[in-house]
């Protein structure tokens, strides 16, 4: 029977079956030899040792579509970031670094802004405005009035998604909401911080519907940027895509060059200030992160 799993524990791993059904198995020892690991997303073929007790045995690993080492996943397709519009407030320093470091795995991303009740005047057209250049969908939704929840489930719809984003913005509770079912533990933020305590402690797919996957993962306060020389910063960055090929130089990184078409692009309003300066302030970075 071909499944999925959707949880590694103590040796066991516990496979999704087309149903729904969860079995719990090992995996053959050829794996161990081969020095291959079974990862939650991992499509498998089990062979059935108990029906009554649901116990079988992991025989076969389908081919990866990618591989996740954080969190330690395969077959993803997509990343649903989460961030709050308030308490805590939305970092963008924070949520452009997670862009940049899926952008270098090629995971597509959607931007969910939760907490959206709490939304200053304003926050929607400013975020908006912020990431349509990003090639991200944006939704605004509240897990306490419903508000563009079915468009963030709509967005799970035949797909598996890592959920992500800083502790305390509502993942788990998202989490429950789309999958009661879960359970996961809710967390409050601390009134003196401004953070969430962490309530995830492992990686484990959850089953929605048919196809319809996602995990939720532990939330970061910080985040280093990923392992790229800084050259590959500008390929990476999606803004600059209509404009580099009109800029006077090749390979231009649209910070102090002159006649760059990026630039002009960002004087007359096309680009989003803020997402510009934080691409500016990773060029820096990885620059320094060079030098040592």
């Known amino acids: 029977m071909q499944g999925k799993i959707i949880k590694g524990v103590g040796g066991f ?8 059904t969860v079995w719990e198995c090992r995996a053959r020892g050829v794996f161990r030899r081969q020095g291959v690991k079974p ?3 991992d499509d498998v073929i089990i062979s059935i040792i108990s029906e009554e007790e649901h116990t079988g045995s992991v025989d076969d690993i389908l081919p990866r579509t990618n591989e996740l080492v954080r969190p330690a996943s395969a077959n993803v397709d997509q990343a649903l970031v ?3 519009a308030d ?5 963008l320093n924070l949520l452009d670094r997670f862009l940049l470091s899926m952008s270098v795995i090629g995971l597509p991303v959607v931007i969910c802004i939760n907490k959206w009740d709490l939304a200053a005047p304003g926050l929607g057209e400013k975020l908006t405005e912020c990431y349509q250049g990003s090639g991200c ?17 709509a967005a799970l719809t035949g797909k598996t998604t890592v959920v992500a984003g800083p502790s ?13 079912e879960a359970l996961m533990e809710v967390g409050e933020v601390s009134a003196r911080i401004g953070r969430g305590r962490q309530t995830t402690r492992h990686t484990e797919l959850v089953r929605v519907r048919e196809d319809t996957y996602f995990m939720d993962t532990p939330g970061f ?16 960055w999606p803004e600059a895509a209509p404009y580099r090929d009109r800029c006077r130089f090749q390979g231009c990184m649209h910070i102090s060059e002159p006649d760059c078409a990026v630039k002009e692009a960002l004087a007359e309003g096309k680009i989003s200030a803020s997402r510009y300066e934080n691409y500016c302030l990773f060029a820096e970075e990885l620059k320094n992160r060079k030098k040592y």
Not at 137 to 153: C, R, W, Y
Not at 222 to 232: A, M, N, T, Y
């Open 13 to 20: 791993y516990y496979v999704c079956g087309p149903d729904g």
């Open 39 to 41: 990862l939650p997303g």
């Open 82 to 84: 989460v961030f709050a």
């Open 87 to 91: 308490r805590p407030a939305p970092n």
């Open 137 to 153: 969908p944006l939704i605004f939704m509240s897990v306490l009035t419903g508000e563009g929840l079915a468009e963030a489930d």
């Open 168 to 180: 305390g913005v509502g993942k788990s509770s998202f989490t429950n909401y789309i999958q009661p």
């Open 221 to 236: 306060g910080s985040l280093f940027l990923p392992e790229i020389e800084p050259g590959e910063l500008e390929r990476l």
